[in-house]
């Protein structure tokens, strides 16, 4: 059971979780607000997210992670992103954004359906390329599987070169 109690202006929360034989311990840490409803509200949601994961195991996050949510840990990381990525980024947040990563093969269909019609195979390939990445990212931080997104079309990365019309007679 979580517990709140005040420390100085600020309510904090602590206690651990058990279901079944597992229990989880919550370091205490500050809920961030002075009013005891806020800090109550906190202690709820927190104590039935913990439920909840220990419940469905390491895919327990993907239900309450979302796309949008796997972006901006992606975007946040060391090393940030590029600005090519950060718009593609936000592309699929516009359209799919709202869906739970563990969705996410679906949330890819309908993206490349709804933006990706009429682009070269090459430029969708870019656009799942990033939205892969943002979703492995995620769950490598959150310590789950990453979801699998459909294969697309195989595209040949093959540079057509034209001869001048000088070469093309001397061969």
């Not at 439920?51 to 309450?64: A, K, M, Q, S, V």
Request: a positive charge; proline letters at 3%; aromatic letters at 8%.
């Amino acid at each position: 059971m979580l517990t709140i109690r005040r420390r100085g202006k600020n309510f904090h929360v602590r206690g651990s979780i058990r279901v079944g034989r597992e229990t989880r311990i919550v370091k205490e840490h500050s809920v961030g607000t002075d009013r005891r409803d806020d800090a109550e509200a906190y202690r709820s949601k927190l104590e039935a997210e913990l439920r909840h994961e220990i419940l469905h195991g390491r895919g327990g996050r993907t239900h309450t992670l979302t796309v949008a949510d796997a972006g901006l840990i992606y975007i946040a990381r060391p090393g940030g992103v590029r600005s090519y990525d950060l718009w593609r980024l936000d592309q699929i947040n516009r359209l799919v954004g709202d869906r739970p990563v563990s969705q996410a093969a679906d949330a890819w269909t309908e993206f490349k359906r709804r933006r990706c019609s009429g682009l070269s195979p090459a430029t969708v390939q870019r656009f799942k390329g990033t939205f892969s990445a943002a979703l492995n990212y995620l769950a490598r931080e959150e310590g789950f599987d990453a979801p699998k997104l459909p294969r697309g079309e195989k595209i040949s990365n093959k540079r057509t070169r034209y001869l001048t019309s000088a070469r093309r007679t001397g061969l």
